[in-house]
T-cell receptor, first 111, second 115 residues
Framework: GQQLNQSPQSMFIQEGEDVSMNCTSS?????WLWYKQDPGEGPVLLIA?????ELTSNGRLTAQFGITRKDSFLNISASIPSDVGIYFC???????????FGTGTKLQVIP | DTGVSQDPRHKITKRGQNVTFRCDPI?????LYWYRQTLGQGPEFLTY????????KSRLLSDRFSAERPKGSFSTLEIQRTEQGDSAMYLC?????????????FGSGTRLTVV
């Protein structure tokens, strides 16, 4: 089946720093999704990408749909403590709008 | 609060017992999904409802698992004869049937611990 690998697995950064993380797939995706999950909560959709090469922003977050359609990137600028959480990439995995989630990148922000 | 509501938030049960979880989706959403998330992993698809019809089930959903959405509104997920491997967060999500919309809204989940 489809697998989405995220890197890094975890990261510690200082408040105010920029963050980059990526997601790679063994197969082509036509849509890329980025979610954030806070401890004890369900994931929340941050950004959706629908076209190869697309660059989309949501506040301090910017995501890119890789040209090969097998990867995607998420950048967070000027990190703040509430950015702490686990970031998941995801992509469609068949009909009915169900998705496959990646392995996650755990972000810790040091004040 | 008009989000997706799940009950209970936490459940501890002994191995072999049956458990049932409830999900109340956003009222106008006709799609409902169940996902399972184990520690350190991303959510994995279990099953999907469109209104009251269960249209797809993952191979992860063994015959001990059953899900229903009797009136196309709330849904229940039952696990019979629980095993320690069933310990996980069970997440419900809902969305509108609207083109290629992947804009799920997830609930806060039910964390199941089987002892």
């Amino acid at each position: 089946g489809q697998q989405l690998n995220q890197s890094p697995q975890s990261m510690f950064i200082q408040e105010g720093e920029d963050v980059s993380m990526n997601c790679t797939s063994s197969s082509i995706f036509n849509t890329w999704l980025w979610y954030k999950q806070d401890p004890g909560e369900g994931p929340v959709l941050l950004i959706a990408l629908y076209k190869a090469g697309e660059l989309t922003s949501n506040g301090r977050l910017t995501a890119q749909f890789g040209i090969t359609r097998k990867d995607s990137f998420l950048n967070i600028s000027a990190s703040i403590p509430s950015d702490v959480g686990i970031y998941f990439c995801a992509g469609p995995s068949g009909g009915y709008q169900k998705v496959t989630f990646g392995t996650g990148t755990k972000l810790q922000v040091i004040p | 609060d008009t989000g997706v509501s799940q009950d209970p938030r936490h459940k501890i049960t002994k191995r072999g017992q049956n458990v049932t979880f409830r999900c109340d989706p956003i009222s106008e959403h006709n799609r409902l999904y169940w996902y399972r998330q184990t520690l350190g992993q991303g959510p994995e698809f279990l099953t999907y409802f469109q209104n009251e019809a269960q249209l797809e089930k993952s191979r992860l959903l063994s015959d001990r698992f059953s899900a229903e959405r009797p009136k196309g509104s709330f849904s229940t997920l039952e696990i019979q004869r629980t095993e320690q491997g069933d310990s996980a967060m069970y997440l419900c999500a809902s969305s509108l049937l609207l083109g290629s919309n992947y804009g799920y809204t997830f609930g806060s989940g039910t964390r199941l611990t089987v002892v």
